[in-house]
């Protein structure tokens, strides 16, 4: 079944703007039968205080909570629209704070019973100062509250997927998303900054701890498009190394386009099939 399980709507604060409903018709078109829409989940309030990049890194990273009656009236109207020629699920993308666990747990738990499928995933990580940092947002904030804190980019990469790992053992609850979003996200800038192209032996030991984490929970991973189309990344997030052993592990892979926009429905999509068809 053609399906995509992460895409975004007029509800994101740093997305295009696009109007869900012509996302969702552009996916019909080409010939979608499932497709998720996981706007950002609101952020808890006292993570303000941890977050030290640029203050639009944290104010624009998620819909607020005010928005959310709205969100999930907009995607019943979808669903009731178009449910004769395509699935549409409704859930969230959400954050994984190590220090708000809790918060997020009570979050899913009040609105997790209107959502049928949700993306777990890691925006934020702790850096220069102690403090929590974009992974995705400015180079600024990438090169000077993570990257020149590690000791060099395979230490960057080990904290981030550590992060990672922590997300997917965390207990958030019966309403927990079961999929893990875009596990190469650290990866976004790594053309610019000239980050390893491989790893070695250490952070692919941490890999392998993700990876065994993801298997035991039987979870799914997001195999998501944007980095291809990222100026500085140029490849799916995961990678094709951790992809090849991601099959071995026969650990399920959702094609997600993380559209933010409606150019953005679908995109790579062939591509990203014909990858992981390859024998």
Known sequence: MKQDGHSHTEFCPHGSGDDVEAMIQKAIRLGFKSYSVTEHAPLPPDFKQEYAGLETGYTEASMAMSDLPAYFKKVQRMQAKYGDKIHINVGFEVDFLPHHVQWTRDFLNEYGPQTTDSVLSVHFMQGKDNQFWCVDD??????????????????????????????????????????????????????????????????????????????????????????????????????????????????????????????????????????????
């Open 138 to 279: 400015t180079l600024d904030d990438f090169e000077k509250g993570l990257l020149k804190p590690a000791k060099d980019g395979q230490a960057l990469y080990r904290h981030y997927f550590k992060a990672v790992t922590e997300a997917v053992n965390a207990d958030l609850g019966s309403y927990a998303p079961k999929r893990i979003g875009h596990i190469t996200l650290i990866k976004k800038f790594q053309d610019y900054f000239g980050l390893p192209r491989t790893y070695d032996r250490e952070t692919q030991s941490v890999i392998n701890a993700l990876l065994q984490a993801v298997k035991q929970r039987g979870d799914e991973l997001d195999y998501n498009a944007a980095g291809l189309y990222k100026e500085f990344c140029n490849e799916t997030y995961p990678d094709f190394d951790i992809l090849k052993q991601v099959q071995q592990m026969a650990i399920p892979l959702v094609y997600g386009s993380d559209a933010h926009s409606i150019k953005e429905v679908g995109h790579g999509y062939h591509t990203l099939m014909a990858l992981i068809n390859l024998k």
